[in-house]
């Protein structure tokens, strides 16, 4: 069963990985086509500070599950590393720990995001400026939710790692 889940996980968060990087070329694309329109032919993209700012959000909540898949998740781990050395069972357990704090941080954000997202799916709210460039929310709202959904299951995962295992417990992802 957990295998069947982190195969699954583990898939979901490679292809929300990649759709992060299409969203990367796709905004290298609008800021490049604003730059040119605007240097050569003095009609810039009208929308692409708002295009910028949406894609940002985007573009980390994609990729924040595989970084946390791959154990890449940016933390300071000195002592982790100090007490792995001296003690590998406490290390492996406080690396545990740090997931489980993590995966429980992450559940607050779903938790918090899900009542965002059914009001903007209910609303159809929107960002930017009207008759310029206008832009729904419910889909960053719904990105962000289903991102931290999956990160929980990615620390869950981490957690529910055998204690003896071959790979080094500070590649945990936390």
Known sequence: MRSAVKRLADGIAMAANAAGTLVVVLLVAVVNYDIIARGLFNR???????VVQF????????????VIRVGRLTRSDGFL?????????KGRLLSRAIDL???IFMALVVYAMWPEFLEMWASQDY??????????????????????GLCVVHFL????RPLIDDQPELESGS
């Open 127 to 148: 960002f930017g400026v009207p008759g310029v460039f206008t832009a729904p929310w419910w889909p960053v709202k719904l990105v962000i939710l289903l991102s931290a």
């Open 81 to 89: 590393g100090l007490l792995a050395v001296r003690a590998p069972r």
């Open 157 to 160: 995962l981490h957690v529910a």
């Open 55 to 66: 894609s940002m959000v985007l573009i980390v909540f994609l990729q924040l599950p595989d």
């Open 101 to 103: 704090i993590s995966a």
């Open 44 to 50: 810039p993209f009208l929308g692409a500070v708002e």
